[in-house]
C-alpha cells in the first residue's frame, strides 16, 4: 500500500490550518503572550488543564515554562503547573466529587489572584475545562482558552482565547503546541531580555 497521497495531504492540511491561523489569529497569539508574561513577572504563576491529548500538552507546555524551552538558554524556573499529572488527586476527584469537577477543585487549591488558567480543548466543550475556567474567573484568575471549531461554551467564559480555524481534531492540536511554544518564547524573551540581546 502506497501512502504518500495520504501523507501529502495531512501535511498540505496541517500546512493550511497554519496559514489561516496566521493569517486569522497572530494579533490574538500576540496579547495573550503579553498577558502570560505580565502574570509571570508580577510574581504569579501559569495552570493548564486539558483531557486526551490536550492533556499531554498540558504537561508539554509547564515542563518547557518549569525547566526550560530553548536548551541554550539558562535561565531561572517559570511557574507552570499542570492539572492533568497527579494519578491520586484526578482518580479521587472523578470518584468522590466527579470527574467534571476534578480540575475546578486543583484551580480552586492552587490557583490565585493574579495566576492564570490555560484550558485546553480542541471543542471548547470539555465540562470539566468549562467549570475549571468558572472557577478560576472566581478568583479572577486571567482565563486563556486554546480552542479550536466554533470554540464552543468555553469561549464566552475565557478572558481571552484563540480558536485554531479547523474542525480536525489533529490538524487543531498540532497549531495548540506551536501556539504554546510561542507563548513559552514570549515569556522568556519579556522576562529574561538580558538573555536575547544580540
Not at 538558554?73 to 479521587?92: H, Y
Not at 468549562?130 to 480552542?147: D, F, H, P, Q, W
Request: charged content about 20%.
Amino acid at each position: 500500500m502506497n501512502f504518500q497521497n495520504k501523507i501529502k495531504s495531512t501535511i498540505e492540511e496541517s500546512i493550511a490550518t497554519k496559514t489561516q491561523l496566521l493569517l486569522d489569529c497572530s494579533n490574538e497569539i500576540e496579547a495573550i503572550g503579553k498577558q502570560l508574561a505580565e502574570v509571570i513577572k508580577s510574581g504569579g504563576k501559569i495552570l493548564f488543564c486539558g483531557n486526551g491529548g490536550s492533556a499531554a500538552d498540558s504537561q508539554h507546555l509547564a515542563a518547557e515554562l518549569v525547566v526550560r524551552l530553548r536548551s541554550h538558554i539558562n535561565r531561572p524556573a517559570i511557574a507552570g503547573l499542570a492539572l492533568t499529572v497527579d494519578t491520586s488527586i484526578i482518580t479521587a476527584g472523578g470518584n468522590d466529587i466527579g470527574y467534571d469537577n476534578v480540575f475546578a477543585r486543583g484551580v480552586e487549591a492552587y490557583g490565585r489572584k493574579g495566576d492564570a488558567l490555560i484550558g485546553i480543548t480542541t471543542s471548547g466543550k470539555s465540562e470539566n475545562i468549562i467549570r475549571a475556567v468558572a472557577k478560576a474567573n472566581e478568583l479572577e484568575m486571567l482565563t486563556i482558552g486554546l480552542l479550536g471549531g466554533t470554540g464552543g461554551r468555553l469561549k464566552d467564559l475565557c478572558s481571552n482565547f484563540v480558536i485554531v480555524p479547523s474542525n480536525v481534531t489533529a490538524r487543531i492540536q498540532e497549531s495548540h503546541i506551536m501556539i504554546g511554544h510561542i507563548w513559552c518564547e514570549m515569556i522568556e524573551e519579556i522576562n529574561f531580555p538580558e538573555l536575547f540581546e544580540s
